[in-house]
């Protein structure tokens, strides 16, 4: 009697650890795609490489707006332009929040930037 409670206990503290490895193990592997951070009024790294057909993830650290687009700023004037090959890009984040940008399907070189700050420029590299 005794014996089959303890058996029956052991299997399921047995399955407990797989379930729960199995976890971190999920966890631990799921594929994020590239992110680009953003603070007060700049991107956190200037450029970031993308492989072809992958989205590209911005994420907004501080409690800022940013309105992303196509462009770029050439000292404080700003230069929209859409290269051919990259996805148009208008996105808005309100602060504290992410939004997946793309996908990038044609290798090239792409500048994004921030129609808000001056000198906000992010620069794509999809290969
Ligand atoms: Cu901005």
């Known amino acids: 009697m005794y014996k089959k409670i303890l058996v029956g206990l052991l299997l399921f503290g047995l399955l407990t650890v797989i379930l729960a490895s199995c ?4 966890e631990a592997t799921v594929a994020t795609g590239p992110e680009v951070h953003m603070s007060g ?11 072809k057909g992958e989205m590209l993830t911005l994420v907004d ?3 800022v707006q940013h309105i992303i687009k196509n462009g770029t700023w050439n000292g404080n004037t700003p230069q ?20 997946p940008i793309g996908p990038f399907n044609t290798a090239g070189t792409y500048q994004l930037y921030c129609t808000i700050h001056p000198g906000m420029n992010l620069t794509v590299n999809v290969q």
């Not at 976890?23 to 999920?26: E, F, G, H, R, S």
């Open 61 to 63: 650290d501080v409690p």
């Open 80 to 99: 929209p332009k859409t290269e051919r090959g990259a996805p148009t890009v208008d996105v808005t984040y309100n602060g504290n929040d992410s939004a």
């Open 41 to 51: 009024a700049s991107f956190v790294k200037s450029s970031i490489t993308v492989k």
């Open 23 to 26: 976890a971190i193990y999920d």
